[in-house]
């Protein structure tokens, strides 16, 4: 992947709610926790069907000892009859078989950003952004019960919510 995707915890200045910023080359989008948690789904069932499809095709090929592109349309005819994701996400995600490598891997873009993972790397990214959208939903009600605290400034709070963020780069 030629840029690293990030993701994290925030809050959408305009109404206060949880929200998660991603962010990947020249491109960041402010997301809500639902739609965060919709692509960490997805990512982790694209990285499974990447797998399953790999299984298949061997199969077809050493065990039914079909010829490769009878195998493939087979595999386009598995993944027509997958249910489509039910929710939108930040990004388009495909599993994908490598038919020279007989490898899976699974794309992700994003306007012009693109990138390939191995099912491990998305099922890990998957984990960071599950992580990403719970973190947001605590953090909106930690800000809450700090402002509601008569301890800590405005600006104490902001500085106390920075420094985490720094400790979880």
Known sequence: MADTVFIRS?????????????????????LTPAKTLATARD???????????IA??????ETLRVDEQTAGQMILDIRG?????PAATALR???????????PYVHISRGSQKGELTPDEARQMAQ?????????????????ALGEW???TESEIEDLFRLLQETHR
């Open 150 to 152: 008569d301890h800590l």
């Open 56 to 61: 298949v095709l061997g199969w077809c090929t």
């Open 93 to 103: 995600i495909h599993a994908v078989a490598g038919y020279n490598t007989r490898r």
């Open 43 to 53: 990512l982790m069932a694209a990285a499974a069907h990447a797998e399953a499809d």
């Open 128 to 144: 960071h952004w599950t992580e990403a959208a719970a973190a947001a939903q605590i953090d909106v009600r930690l800000r809450y």
């Open 10 to 30: 925030t809050i959408d200045t305009r109404d206060g709610t949880a929200a998660c910023l991603l962010t990947w080359g020249p491109i960041e989008a402010l």
């Open 81 to 85: 009859r997958r249910p489509a994701p």
